[in-house]
Nanobody, 124 residues
Framework: QVQLVESGGGSVQSGGSLRLSCATS????????MGWFRQAPGKEREGVAA???????SYADSVKGRFTISRDNAKNTVYLQMNSLKPEDTAMYYC??????????????????WGQGTQVTVSS
């Protein structure tokens, strides 16, 4: 059974940093796309960053230059390093995975497995 467990959320002031973790278990896909998403109250879910099994990465324009997605294969964990946080980054953050390359993933609905989420709150 595939499981994804997020951690690392919290409350920080504007300009601060947080590192989110997504511990994964139960899958051994050789090809996959892992994504970080966020959803603020009253807003649609937004893709934040994606990590492909070929180690390529992609980011939403709103977080480029501030967020970095990475993976530690030994720990089966994907990270989202978030720097220069802004109040508009406040949201519930989720990680997700699908056993396909990111190049064929069109959006959130294509992801097969999701974590439970971790809250990030940025105060001004």
């Amino acid at each position: 059974q595939v499981q994804l467990v997020e951690s690392g959320g919290g409350s920080v002031q504007s300009g601060g940093s947080l590192r989110l973790s997504c511990a994964t278990s139960g899958y051994t896909y050789s090809s996959y796309c892992m994504g970080w998403f966020r959803q603020a109250p009253g807003k649609e879910r937004e893709g934040v960053a994606a990590y492909d099994s070929d180690r390529s990465t992609s980011y939403a324009d709103s977080v480029k230059g501030r967020f970095t997605i990475s993976r530690d294969n030994a720990k089966n964990t994907v990270y989202l390093q978030m720097n220069s946080l802004k109040p508009e980054d406040t949201a519930m953050y989720y990680c997700a995975v699908v056993p396909y390359p990111c190049s064929v993933v069109l959006g959130a609905d294509d992801y097969r497995y999701w974590g439970q989420g971790t809250q990030v709150t940025v105060s001004s």
